[in-house]
């Protein structure tokens, strides 16, 4: 295995951070725990943009803003070679005067220093599904142009301030999410009578020319940056060998491969275009300009699972195993999705998630959480004869490096992690930091992998 290669792990803003009072909200922090209103929520706030009591985990994520040197002592313990992490536009810009709040700036670069100082790589997603809430109350999120601009104004002001630390850039969590959650990824809320797909081409517009300018920007600030998105790489199977199963597929994959296809390729496929015009988008020469000419340099995927298409819709294989979440369990998938991903587009490409979401029990102060480590260890496998079919793996990230609130249910009890947080879905809890047995597993791997 090369050396260079990033064995590491992921967390986000949103999820851990906390520290609610030193920043503006973000558009997770008015959406109560609770899967049955979640999923829904976050694709449509509805009547938590009018904030009633409850209990909402994103304002207090597992307060990595306070314990952050702890928490990155325990990950230079681990021995990881790269920590993926969200820097809140939220905190960087309390509203759209325009003017950064050093505060905010100030705590990115202890985060980086801290972690240069166990010589783990930090790398940026300038978004993972935490968009400030002045953003959607004030312009409605990516159906408005303007926010390409204030992005611009955002991502400029952190690339030059890190820029000579962290080499890596990721300009969105999962960009293709947006398909089912307008509202967490796009910061768009849909109105009485609009139609859902017209503002969904039109956010996703905007999110592909944002995207091209942080490449811009990065490029221009030090041609040695890397800028990638990360897209959420969920092959379709058939469901049978009927030729309409395989049409849904190549249906279903195709409104993923859209987005990397305009970042990679650098212009829109036939299809897209022709839904562009259908639903009016306004679409500008210098825009396509500006699109072939920022492409990325590497693709940032996630992986947790696959999915059957059939002309009964989108079904689980009910020849795979789940997680007690429901997730099916396909070690075998990630292999083809590297290939398939590495074919069409033959850039690098960086695992910036994958892992085991499920229940862990403390026994003695201690998580024997073996069920993890065989889950990894099987995706791990698959992820290596990728990379001995040809596949170019830069790095592998883990979801996550502790256990954070989850996006789809709001949960602290669905736990990614290799060190568990004392914390209960209620918001309860020491929030004592514990390694489990999959730390010590991991932190023998990368030292293995590295000899
Ligand atoms: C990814 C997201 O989609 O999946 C993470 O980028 C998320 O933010 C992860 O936590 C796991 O999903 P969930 O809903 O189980 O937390």
New binding site residues.
């Given amino acids: 295995m090369n050396k260079s290669f990033l064995w590491g792990s992921s967390i986000?803003g949103g999820?851990c951070e906390g520290g609610y009072s030193s920043r503006s909200e973000t558009v997770v922090d008015i959406i109560p725990q609770g899967k049955e209103t979640r999923i829904k929520y976050l694709n449509q706030p509805g009547i938590y943009m009018q904030r009633p009591e409850g209990f909402y985990p994103s304002q207090k994520g597992v307060e990595f803003y306070e314990n952050y040197k702890e928490d990155i002592a325990l990950y230079g313990q681990m021995g990881l070679k790269a920590l993926r992490f969200s820097v809140l536009w939220s905190r960087i810009f309390l509203d759209d005067s325009l003017e950064p709040n050093e505060e905010g700036l100030k705590f990115y670069d202890d985060v980086i220093n801290e972690l240069l100082k166990y010589n783990i790589e930090p790398i940026i997603t300038t978004i993972?599904?935490d968009m400030p809430l002045w953003v959607v109350e004030k312009y409605n999120g990516f159906v408005n142009r303007k926010v390409v601009d204030l992005y611009e104004h955002y991502v400029r002001t952190i690339v030059q301030r890190y820029h000579n630390r962290v080499k890596y850039w990721i300009s969105f969590?999962?960009i293709n999410?947006m398909n089912h959650m307008l509202y967490m990824v796009g910061g768009t809320v849909l109105k009485e009578g609009e139609d859902r797909e017209e503002v969904l081409h039109q956010c996703a517009y905007h999110k592909l020319l944002a995207n091209a300018r942080l490449v811009k920007v990065c490029h221009e600030i030090d041609s040695e940056l890397k800028v990638g998105c990360?897209v959420?790489g969920t092959p379709y199977y058939p469901l049978t060998s009927l030729p309409e199963d395989y049409q849904l597929m190549i249906e279903e994959q195709r409104k993923d491969s859209r987005y990397t296809d305009v970042m990679v390729k650098g212009h829109f496929p036939y299809y897209f275009l022709k839904k562009l015009k259908e639903y009016h988008v306004e679409i500008k020469e210098e825009d396509m300009e500006e699109m072939k000419k920022h492409t990325l340099d590497f693709i940032a995927v996630?992986y947790?699972k696959t999915s059957l298409a059939s002309t009964e819709g989108v079904r689980d294989n009910p020849r795979l195993e789940k997680t007690a979440?429901g997730w099916t369990i396909d070690p075998k998938g990630f292999r083809i999705m590297l290939n398939q991903m590495y074919e069409r587009y033959e850039k690098p490409i960086m695992v910036v998630?994958n892992g085991l979401?499920t229940y862990d029990q403390v026994e003695d102060g201690k998580i024997h959480d073996d069920y993890r480590i065989e889950y990894l260890e099987k995706h791990i496998e698959q992820m290596e004869l990728a990379i001995e079919d040809g596949v170019e793996v830069i790095g592998y990230l883990t979801?996550?490096a502790m256990d954070?609130v989850?996006?789809?249910?709001g949960m602290m009890s669905?736990r990614?992690g290799f060190i568990y947080v004392d914390r209960e879905d209620d918001g309860s809890g020491t929030l004592e930091r514990i390694p489990k047995d999959s730390f010590y597993w991991y932190q023998n791997l990368i030292n293995e992998r590295m000899k």
Avoid: I, M
């Fill in positions: 986000s999820q993972h599904f969590c999962e999410v990360e959420a996630s947790y979440f998630e979401g979801w996550a954070v989850s996006t789809s249910e669905k990614y």
